[in-house]
């Protein structure tokens, strides 16, 4: 399968990140009703929808394909617009990562042993880097006069026996601390992205396409680490059942057919729950059930 035609206005095309993010992305787009499945050795991912055809491509690309027109819309982070100095338009900001539902962080590096405390202790120096425009904009600000080269990849293992400090994106620090680095300063944080073309913002159709998806993957997103809950209690528990309620807002009560019964309703954050349902069950409630949520749609 290929990509269409640049010039069809019947069909959105979609450029997703292909690596560390794909898994990720696919799982919200799954909980978002958008259902991409991909062969191991494709980077075309087939979709239900005929409107819609994507590509996997490595984040780092995605916002300069976007600027060009041959993505209608596309998933990637904010580190890569801006390094790319992508003109496009931003629709919407997902926050999501690779292991964590946090930004990510573009952090300058050392070795533990290093005497380098601040950034103008690299003065003179050669840092390492994917984002070589970011951090020449980072050291430029700070009046600092260094080498910054382009790094492949495996950053972390180039200093010091080949530069003198990093500049590398991190979600945990668990890698860094690994290769016996430690953080001085933090150049940035970076989310996940919805940019459009700009010519594709124009068309009705694309538009509406794109808006749909930031809107469905935004609510996706809502929805992380929250589940919803269901009990029914009799009419005069009401009142003690509410004092101990951390509702998103107030609960959804319904009588229950010919009973002095009523069935409540709420959303609430799945890590409170071991220690809400006990609370629920001594307030009054009963038959309560827990369900996982996709969506929550302000």
């Given at each position: 399968m290929g990509f269409v035609n640049g010039n069809n206005n019947n069909v959105l095309r979609v450029g997703l990140p292909k690596g560390?993010?794909?898994?990720?992305?696919f799982r919200l787009l799954a909980k978002a009703g958008y259902y991409f499945s991909v062969s191991e050795r494709s980077y075309f991912p087939s979709i239900d929808d005929e409107s819609i055809q994507a590509i996997l491509i490595r984040a780092q690309e995605i916002a300069k394909y976007v600027e060009d027109g041959v993505f209608d819309?596309?998933?990637?982070?904010?580190?890569?617009?801006?390094e790319n100095r992508a003109d496009v338009i931003e629709v919407g900001e997902l926050t999501y990562a690779k292991l964590t539902m946090r930004p990510v962080k573009w952090v300058l590096a050392v070795p533990n042993d290093s005497d380098i405390k601040s950034v103008k202790d690299l003065q003179g120096k050669r840092i390492a880097t994917e984002i070589v425009n970011l951090t020449e904009d980072y050291l430029k600000k700070?009046?600092?006069?260094?080498?910054?080269?382009?790094?492949?990849?495996?950053?972390?293992?180039k200093a010091p026996t080949l530069v003198d400090a990093i500049v590398e994106v991190t979600e945990t620090g668990s890698?860094?601390?690994?290769?016996?680095?430690?953080?001085?300063?933090?150049l940035l944080e970076s989310r996940t992205m919805i940019i459009a073309n700009k010519t594709s913002w124009q068309n009705a159709f694309k538009r509406q396409k794109i808006?749909?998806?930031n809107m469905l993957l935004q609510s996706a997103i809502q929805a992380e680490g929250k589940v919803g809950l269901k009990m029914n209690?009799?009419?005069?528990?009401i009142d003690n059942l509410i004092k101990v309620l951390p509702a998103m807002?107030?609960?959804t009560i319904s009588s229950l057919y010919g009973e002095d019964w009523v069935a409540v309703e709420i959303i609430v954050d799945e890590k409170t729950i071991k220690d809400l349902i006990p609370t629920l069950?001594?307030?009054?409630?009963?038959?309560?059930i827990e369900y996982p949520l996709n969506k929550v749609i302000y």
């Open positions: 560390s993010l794909q898994e990720s992305t819309v596309g998933l990637t982070g904010k580190d890569w617009i801006l700070n009046g600092v006069q260094a080498e910054v080269e382009f790094s492949w990849g495996a950053t972390e293992v890698s860094l601390r690994a290769n016996n680095l430690r953080i001085v300063d933090v808006e749909d998806l209690l009799p009419k005069e528990k807002k107030k609960p069950k001594r307030a009054g409630a009963q038959d309560i």
